[in-house]
């Protein structure tokens, strides 16, 4: 079964550290790939998405995200944590059937 | 309008009762999605138009569950008969293509429903 997993529903990183957040997909298929953040009280907004162009892709606010094929995986960098980083984060996989499926989330807190 | 704008922003109602929640969509959007999102859990597909048609009602979770589209623009997704389960918050989101296109969604800030 296409499936997206988020591993870790809650991640606390110090303020200036590397922040990594992990995202595995299960399909024979490369499909596009999203991360998608939601900050307090807020709608959900685009990061970044893979549509089969450079496997290295960069986003907003310093984000970035490697496509690995080998590994179906997708995980979210960014070098150096800011205290705006504070929110929500989904993966989300478009396996071609007309919908986005999302992961469970990652909660990221940043300690001060 | 600039945005996906969503009423009403919270809704509290009796088990039991009927519900509309409603999605305007960015003007010029052809599609929109309907996802539901539980307290500690990911977002739930419920359903997708494409115009006014829905090609994807897999996600509707019961016959309680209903939504409808006019032309490309307002959507609106009615629950009838509310349980507790049916307690979240409701995501619309529209987009300039369908998924197929690789378009970015843009989503509403949600409608939160409590049912007691």
Redesign the interface.
């Known amino acids: 079964a296409q499936s997206?997993t988020?591993l870790g529903?809650h991640v606390s990183v110090s303020e200036g550290a590397l922040v990594l957040l992990r995202c595995n997909y299960s399909s024979s298929v490369p499909p596009?790939l999203f991360w998608?953040v939601q900050y307090p009280?807020?709608?959900?907004?685009?990061l970044l998405?893979y549509?089969s162009a450079a496997t290295l892709v960069k986003g907003i606010n310093g984000f970035e995200a490697e496509f690995k094929k080998s590994e179906t995986s997708f995980h979210l960098t960014k070098p150096s944590a800011h205290m705006s980083d504070a929110a929500e984060y989904?993966c989300?996989v478009?396996f071609?059937?007309?919908?986005?499926?999302?992961?469970?989330?990652t909660r990221l807190t940043i300690i001060p | 309008g600039a945005g996906v704008s969503q009423s009403p922003s919270n809704k509290v109602t009796e088990k039991g009762k009927d519900v509309e929640l409603r999605c305007d969509p960015i003007s010029g959007h052809t599609a929109l999605y309907w996802y539901r999102q539980r307290l500690g859990q990911g977002l739930e597909f419920l359903i997708y138009f494409q115009g006014n048609s829905a090609p994807d009602k897999s996600g509707l979770p019961s016959d309680r569950f209903s939504a409808e589209r006019t032309g490309e623009s307002v959507s609106t997704l009615t629950i009838q008969r509310t349980q507790q389960e049916d307690s979240a918050v409701y995501l619309c989101a529209s987009s300039l293509q369908g998924p197929g296109g690789t378009g970015e969604l843009f989503f509403g800030e949600g409608s939160r429903l409590t049912v007691l």
């Open positions: 997206v988020q529903s596009y998608y009280n807020q709608g959900l907004q685009l998405k549509t989904f989300a478009f071609g059937n007309e919908k986005l499926t999302f992961g469970t989330g």
